[in-house]
């Protein structure tokens, strides 16, 4: 028999997609419902306390509605704050996103990375563990930016955006002591593949930019091995957690990663 339950992405905002993509390459068939909440966005700015007491309570009454099969915390900040808050409250799997600081260490022959996240997640403890568990041998410098949060959100409005923000952003890591020595930069937000190229071209020398997209779809579909998927799956499903005039942009972007339905909680 067909199984209709969906797959649960949730952000912040858009930044999850980035996940979603990889997901839907491997798992096409897949039903999505992806929710961004922008009524409490953007978390990088916000304490470890709001965003432990949010996330749990906004998922458990998402999965009331939806019933997925999996959740997906497609966010770097609420995964490193409140993952194991909500994988002890829901009775279903939770796959969490975490800083690529393993893949991007083992590929560094510099042996210096950098992490560029938000506040919130480049001040976590979890980033001093996986750093020290990985990265022992490394130079590992960390920047965080709110403002290229702000871009990648205007970049998937279609909205242009100004290279000058993304030098700023380049900048903050690179101009760091020690900074000139890195070669590969872990993207630590979910957000932050989306203006991936931008970033690129900010870079004052080639850079290698690492991220957690496919390998948490590879999670994903591990976890779902086995599992039927129906054969002409309902339209994705964006959801934001505040009613907004949705932009025919941000409807147009949407659409792009396969989100033809706009719902509210």
């Known amino acids: 028999m067909s199984d209709n339950r969906p797959i649960l992405f949730f952000d912040s905002g858009v930044g999850g997609l980035s996940v979603l993509a990889p997901t839907r390459l491997l798992l096409p068939n897949a ?4 929710a961004a909440d922008n009524g409490g966005f953007p978390y990088g700015t916000k304490s470890e306390a709001e965003i432990a007491a949010r996330v749990p309570a906004l998922l458990g009454r998402l999965v009331e509605r939806y019933h997925p099969r999996l959740v997906v915390i497609a966010c770097n900040t609420a995964s490193t704050i409140a993952l194991g808050a909500v994988r002890a409250a829901l009775d279903l799997p939770v796959v969490g996103t975490v800083p690529a600081i393993k893949p991007a260490a083992a590929q560094s022959s510099a042996r210096a990375i950098g992490v560029l996240g938000t506040n919130a997640t480049v001040r976590q403890p979890y980033v001093d563990d996986l750093s020290a ?12 930016s709110a403002r290229l949060v702000e871009l990648a959100e205007a970049r998937l409005r279609g909205e242009a955006t100004d290279p000058a923000d993304y030098a700023t952003v380049m900048a903050g ?10 070669d590969t930069i872990v993207l630590a937000c979910t957000h932050f593949p989306l203006v991936e190229a931008e970033l690129a071209a900010a870079s004052p020398r080639p850079l290698s930019f690492v991220h957690g997209g496919d390998g948490i779809a590879r999670r994903i579909a ?3 091995e086995g599992q039927q998927w129906p054969a002409n799956p309902a339209p994705g499903i964006a959801l934001f957690t505040a009613p907004f005039d949705v932009p025919p942009g941000l409807t147009a972007g949407l659409r792009d990663y396969g989100l033809d339905e706009i719902h509210f909680l």
């Open 31 to 34: 039903p999505i419902v992806y």
């Open 133 to 144: 568990r990985f990265a022992a041998d490394c130079l590992v410098l960390r920047h965080g």
């Open 173 to 182: 890591l690179l101009d760091q002591p020690g900074g000139d020595r890195i």
């Open 222 to 224: 591990f976890l779902t």
